[in-house]
Protein backbone atom coordinates (compact mmCIF):
# COMPACT_ATOMS: atom_id res chain seq x y z
CA UNK A 1 0.00 0.00 0.00
CA UNK A 2 1.25 3.26 -1.21
CA UNK A 3 0.64 5.01 2.29
CA UNK A 4 2.60 2.33 4.43
CA UNK A 5 5.24 2.31 2.03
CA UNK A 6 6.43 5.69 2.03
CA UNK A 7 6.88 5.53 6.22
CA UNK A 8 8.63 2.18 5.88
CA UNK A 9 10.95 3.66 3.22
CA UNK A 10 12.15 6.89 5.52
CA UNK A 11 11.93 3.98 8.77
CA UNK A 12 14.85 2.24 6.80
CA UNK A 13 16.53 5.23 5.97
CA UNK A 14 15.82 5.05 2.06
CA UNK A 15 15.51 8.14 -0.48
CA UNK A 16 12.26 9.33 -1.93
CA UNK A 17 12.49 10.88 -4.97
CA UNK A 18 9.21 12.95 -5.45
CA UNK A 19 8.65 15.43 -8.90
CA UNK A 20 5.57 17.79 -9.31
CA UNK A 21 2.37 16.66 -10.77
CA UNK A 22 -0.43 18.55 -11.49
CA UNK A 23 -2.99 15.95 -12.82
CA UNK A 24 -3.37 12.81 -13.73
CA UNK A 25 -1.43 12.77 -16.52
CA UNK A 26 1.45 14.00 -15.55
CA UNK A 27 1.68 11.39 -12.71
CA UNK A 28 1.37 8.90 -14.89
CA UNK A 29 4.32 10.25 -16.95
CA UNK A 30 6.51 10.23 -13.54
CA UNK A 31 5.29 6.47 -12.83
CA UNK A 32 6.17 5.70 -16.42
CA UNK A 33 9.68 7.19 -16.10
CA UNK A 34 10.07 4.99 -13.04
CA UNK A 35 9.85 7.21 -10.03
CA UNK A 36 8.42 5.58 -6.84
CA UNK A 37 6.81 8.89 -5.09
CA UNK A 38 4.89 12.36 -6.25
CA UNK A 39 4.43 15.89 -5.32
CA UNK A 40 1.54 18.20 -5.58
CA UNK A 41 2.72 22.17 -4.59
CA UNK A 42 0.33 24.44 -3.91
CA UNK A 43 2.03 27.14 -6.24
CA UNK A 44 1.45 24.62 -9.40
CA UNK A 45 -1.95 23.56 -8.37
CA UNK A 46 -2.59 27.84 -8.28
CA UNK A 47 -0.92 27.86 -11.58
CA UNK A 48 -3.10 25.43 -13.49
CA UNK A 49 -6.25 26.87 -12.17
CA UNK A 50 -4.99 30.39 -13.32
CA UNK A 51 -4.44 31.88 -10.46
CA UNK A 52 -2.12 31.51 -7.12
CA UNK A 53 -1.51 29.38 -4.25
CA UNK A 54 -2.90 31.74 -1.47
CA UNK A 55 -6.05 31.71 -3.31
CA UNK A 56 -6.57 28.31 -4.05
CA UNK A 57 -9.20 26.29 -1.72
CA UNK A 58 -9.12 23.11 0.29
CA UNK A 59 -11.99 21.75 -2.41
CA UNK A 60 -9.45 22.55 -5.11
CA UNK A 61 -5.93 21.05 -3.46
CA UNK A 62 -8.17 17.78 -2.33
CA UNK A 63 -9.92 17.64 -6.05
CA UNK A 64 -6.10 17.68 -7.57
CA UNK A 65 -4.73 15.67 -4.84
CA UNK A 66 -7.11 12.97 -5.79
CA UNK A 67 -6.67 12.83 -9.40
CA UNK A 68 -2.77 12.50 -9.52
CA UNK A 69 -3.90 9.47 -6.49
CA UNK A 70 -6.33 7.89 -8.48
CA UNK A 71 -3.98 8.59 -11.56
CA UNK A 72 -1.60 6.12 -10.35
CA UNK A 73 -4.62 4.14 -8.83
CA UNK A 74 -3.05 4.62 -5.29
CA UNK A 75 -0.03 3.02 -6.12
CA UNK A 76 2.56 5.54 -5.31
CA UNK A 77 3.04 7.88 -2.35
CA UNK A 78 1.71 11.50 -2.64
CA UNK A 79 2.57 14.31 -1.07
CA UNK A 80 0.83 17.31 -0.85
CA UNK A 81 1.42 20.91 -0.21
CA UNK A 82 -2.25 21.29 2.61
CA UNK A 83 -0.41 25.20 3.01
CA UNK A 84 -1.31 26.84 6.44
CA UNK A 85 -3.99 24.37 7.19
CA UNK A 86 -6.13 26.27 5.68
CA UNK A 87 -7.25 28.43 9.11
CA UNK A 88 -7.22 27.73 13.00
CA UNK A 89 -6.86 23.89 14.35
CA UNK A 90 -10.36 22.85 13.85
CA UNK A 91 -10.07 23.94 10.73
CA UNK A 92 -6.78 22.21 10.17
CA UNK A 93 -8.40 19.08 11.73
CA UNK A 94 -10.64 19.35 8.66
CA UNK A 95 -8.04 19.68 6.25
CA UNK A 96 -6.32 16.86 7.66
CA UNK A 97 -9.89 14.33 7.18
CA UNK A 98 -10.69 15.63 3.66
CA UNK A 99 -6.90 15.23 2.02
CA UNK A 100 -6.37 11.89 4.33
CA UNK A 101 -9.77 10.49 2.38
CA UNK A 102 -8.60 11.94 -0.99
CA UNK A 103 -5.91 9.15 -1.46
CA UNK A 104 -2.74 11.34 -0.33
CA UNK A 105 0.38 9.47 1.62
CA UNK A 106 1.38 12.99 3.42
CA UNK A 107 0.98 16.44 3.66
CA UNK A 108 3.28 19.90 4.46
CA UNK A 109 1.35 22.26 7.04
CA UNK A 110 3.48 25.66 7.73
CA UNK A 111 3.72 28.41 9.47
CA UNK A 112 2.47 31.19 7.66
CA UNK A 113 -0.23 33.21 8.21
CA UNK A 114 -3.85 32.65 7.31
CA UNK A 115 -5.32 33.71 4.75
CA UNK A 116 -1.55 33.11 3.34
CA UNK A 117 -0.15 36.39 1.36
CA UNK A 118 0.69 36.35 -1.77
CA UNK A 119 3.75 38.23 -1.55
CA UNK A 120 5.26 35.52 -0.25
CA UNK A 121 6.10 34.32 -4.13
CA UNK A 122 8.60 37.66 -3.65
CA UNK A 123 10.47 36.48 -0.87
CA UNK A 124 8.06 38.43 1.64
CA UNK A 125 7.13 35.97 4.40
CA UNK A 126 5.21 36.70 7.31
CA UNK A 127 5.27 33.74 10.24
CA UNK A 128 2.77 32.82 12.52
CA UNK A 129 3.90 32.59 16.41
CA UNK A 130 5.87 29.59 17.10
CA UNK A 131 3.31 28.19 19.59
CA UNK A 132 0.38 29.14 17.05
CA UNK A 133 2.32 26.86 14.62
CA UNK A 134 3.07 23.94 17.13
CA UNK A 135 -0.58 23.84 17.62
CA UNK A 136 -1.47 23.58 14.06
CA UNK A 137 1.00 20.16 13.92
CA UNK A 138 -0.68 19.32 17.08
CA UNK A 139 -4.31 18.84 16.01
CA UNK A 140 -3.20 17.35 12.56
CA UNK A 141 -1.52 14.91 13.66
CA UNK A 142 -4.35 14.12 16.50
CA UNK A 143 -6.51 14.24 13.14
CA UNK A 144 -5.37 12.03 10.63
CA UNK A 145 -7.00 8.30 10.97
CA UNK A 146 -3.63 6.37 9.77
CA UNK A 147 -0.11 6.59 11.53
CA UNK A 148 0.58 6.20 7.84
CA UNK A 149 -0.52 9.04 6.88
CA UNK A 150 2.34 11.41 7.51
CA UNK A 151 2.55 15.00 8.80
CA UNK A 152 5.25 17.73 7.66
CA UNK A 153 6.28 20.51 9.47
CA UNK A 154 7.02 23.21 7.31
CA UNK A 155 8.65 26.22 8.21
CA UNK A 156 9.62 29.65 7.00
CA UNK A 157 11.33 30.93 10.15
CA UNK A 158 14.67 31.25 8.26
CA UNK A 159 14.05 33.99 6.02
CA UNK A 160 10.77 35.20 7.96
CA UNK A 161 10.37 39.26 7.29
CA UNK A 162 10.33 39.51 11.41
CA UNK A 163 13.64 38.65 12.75
CA UNK A 164 14.12 35.35 10.58
CA UNK A 165 17.51 33.65 12.06
CA UNK A 166 18.57 29.75 11.31
CA UNK A 167 18.32 29.57 14.91
CA UNK A 168 14.71 30.81 14.68
CA UNK A 169 14.04 28.03 12.10
CA UNK A 170 15.79 25.33 14.55
CA UNK A 171 13.47 26.36 17.43
CA UNK A 172 10.26 26.05 15.10
CA UNK A 173 11.20 22.40 13.84
CA UNK A 174 11.76 21.49 17.25
CA UNK A 175 8.46 22.56 18.04
CA UNK A 176 6.98 20.79 14.72
CA UNK A 177 8.76 17.82 16.18
CA UNK A 178 7.94 17.88 19.73
CA UNK A 179 3.82 18.22 18.68
CA UNK A 180 4.74 14.96 16.57
CA UNK A 181 5.62 15.91 13.08
CA UNK A 182 7.44 13.08 10.96
CA UNK A 183 9.80 14.79 8.64
CA UNK A 184 10.81 18.67 9.04
CA UNK A 185 10.78 20.50 6.15
CA UNK A 186 12.75 24.60 6.20
CA UNK A 187 12.24 26.35 3.71
CA UNK A 188 14.98 28.92 2.55
CA UNK A 189 18.09 27.40 2.18
CA UNK A 190 20.16 27.70 -0.48
CA UNK A 191 23.54 27.45 0.31
CA UNK A 192 25.21 23.62 1.15
CA UNK A 193 26.47 25.21 4.71
CA UNK A 194 22.67 25.58 5.15
CA UNK A 195 21.77 22.04 4.34
CA UNK A 196 24.63 20.66 6.50
CA UNK A 197 23.49 23.37 9.08
CA UNK A 198 20.11 22.33 9.99
CA UNK A 199 20.78 18.39 9.25
CA UNK A 200 23.31 18.99 12.08
CA UNK A 201 20.89 20.59 14.43
CA UNK A 202 17.60 18.79 14.02
CA UNK A 203 18.53 15.04 14.95
CA UNK A 204 16.68 11.93 14.41
CA UNK A 205 13.56 12.65 12.10
CA UNK A 206 13.59 12.83 8.19
CA UNK A 207 13.48 16.02 6.43
CA UNK A 208 13.11 16.91 3.36
CA UNK A 209 14.80 19.37 0.52
CA UNK A 210 13.54 21.40 -2.24
CA UNK A 211 15.07 20.57 -5.30
CA UNK A 212 14.59 21.85 -8.93
CA UNK A 213 15.91 25.37 -9.11
CA UNK A 214 19.53 24.96 -6.85
CA UNK A 215 23.18 23.65 -7.68
CA UNK A 216 22.06 20.20 -5.72
CA UNK A 217 20.52 16.97 -7.09
CA UNK A 218 19.41 13.50 -5.78
CA UNK A 219 23.02 12.34 -4.74
CA UNK A 220 24.07 15.77 -2.89
CA UNK A 221 20.91 15.67 -1.10
CA UNK A 222 21.10 12.27 0.25
CA UNK A 223 24.90 12.87 1.16
CA UNK A 224 23.62 15.53 3.26
CA UNK A 225 21.47 13.33 4.79
CA UNK A 226 17.98 14.64 3.14
CA UNK A 227 15.07 11.44 2.90
CA UNK A 228 12.65 13.25 0.85
CA UNK A 229 13.34 15.74 -1.91
CA UNK A 230 10.98 17.27 -4.29
CA UNK A 231 10.73 19.05 -7.40
CA UNK A 232 7.64 21.85 -6.74
CA UNK A 233 8.83 24.43 -10.53
CA UNK A 234 10.27 21.63 -12.36
CA UNK A 235 7.28 20.28 -13.83
CA UNK A 236 5.13 23.51 -14.76
CA UNK A 237 8.28 25.14 -15.79
CA UNK A 238 9.24 23.00 -18.18
CA UNK A 239 5.90 22.14 -19.82
CA UNK A 240 4.62 25.59 -20.04
CA UNK A 241 8.62 26.44 -21.68
CA UNK A 242 8.26 23.90 -24.37
CA UNK A 243 4.75 24.99 -24.57
CA UNK A 244 5.51 29.03 -25.10
CA UNK A 245 8.75 28.32 -27.43
CA UNK A 246 6.45 25.58 -29.89
CA UNK A 247 3.78 28.72 -30.21
CA UNK A 248 6.31 31.13 -30.86
CA UNK A 249 7.97 29.66 -33.60
CA UNK A 250 4.81 28.85 -34.93
CA UNK A 251 3.55 32.58 -34.80
CA UNK A 252 6.67 34.08 -35.60
CA UNK A 253 7.72 31.33 -39.15
CA UNK A 254 4.29 29.75 -39.43
CA UNK A 255 5.63 26.20 -39.19
CA UNK A 256 6.37 23.39 -36.80
CA UNK A 257 9.88 22.90 -35.51
CA UNK A 258 11.46 20.05 -37.67
CA UNK A 259 12.94 18.67 -34.37
CA UNK A 260 9.36 18.59 -32.46
CA UNK A 261 7.84 17.23 -35.62
CA UNK A 262 10.60 14.10 -35.21
CA UNK A 263 9.56 13.65 -31.76
CA UNK A 264 6.21 13.46 -32.27
CA UNK A 265 5.61 10.30 -32.84
CA UNK A 266 7.45 8.76 -30.23
CA UNK A 267 5.41 10.95 -27.66
CA UNK A 268 2.48 9.68 -29.18
CA UNK A 269 3.62 6.50 -28.16
CA UNK A 270 4.40 7.64 -24.96
CA UNK A 271 0.88 9.02 -24.53
CA UNK A 272 -0.91 5.97 -25.87
CA UNK A 273 0.85 4.05 -23.01
CA UNK A 274 -0.22 6.25 -20.16
CA UNK A 275 -3.85 6.31 -21.42
CA UNK A 276 -3.35 2.22 -21.61
CA UNK A 277 -4.66 2.22 -25.05
CA UNK A 278 -3.41 -0.95 -25.44
CA UNK A 279 -5.86 -2.74 -23.02
CA UNK A 280 -8.67 -0.86 -24.17
CA UNK A 281 -8.07 -2.05 -27.62
CA UNK A 282 -7.96 -5.53 -26.50
CA UNK A 283 -10.86 -5.28 -24.85
CA UNK A 284 -12.84 -3.93 -27.84
CA UNK A 285 -11.14 -6.59 -30.03
CA UNK A 286 -12.29 -9.43 -28.00
CA UNK A 287 -15.79 -7.98 -28.00
CA UNK A 288 -16.19 -7.03 -31.39
CA UNK A 289 -16.70 -9.47 -33.98
CA UNK A 290 -14.96 -9.07 -37.56
CA UNK A 291 -16.46 -6.89 -40.17
CA UNK A 292 -18.86 -6.09 -37.95
CA UNK A 293 -20.07 -2.45 -37.18
CA UNK A 294 -20.51 -1.39 -33.46
CA UNK A 295 -23.76 -0.56 -32.28
CA UNK A 296 -25.21 1.17 -29.40
CA UNK A 297 -27.84 -0.81 -26.83
Known amino acids: MAVAAMRETLQKGGTIVA ?5 AITAR ?3 YLGFKALYIPGSQT ?3 LGTTEPLTSLTE ?3 VGERVAEGVNDELPVILDAGAGFGDPVHVVHTVEVLEDAGLTAIHIEDQFFPKRVSYHRGLEHVV ?11 AVK ?6 FLIIGRNDGYRAVEGGTREHA ?4 EAAREAGADIIMIMGMREKEDFEYFRKEIKDIPMLAMAGNGPFGVNEFRDMGYQVIIYPQTTIQTSLRSVHDLWKNIKDTGDVPKSWQEQSDKMRDVM ?3 LEFEEKWAVEAATTEKGSTPTNH
Do not use: C, T
Not at 129 to 139: A, F, L, M, W
Open 61 to 63: MAM
Open 170 to 173: VKRA
Open 143 to 148: ARRSKD
Open 272 to 274: NAL
Open 29 to 31: LMR
Open 46 to 48: GMV
Open 19 to 23: PGAYD
Open 129 to 139: PVDVYQQRIEY
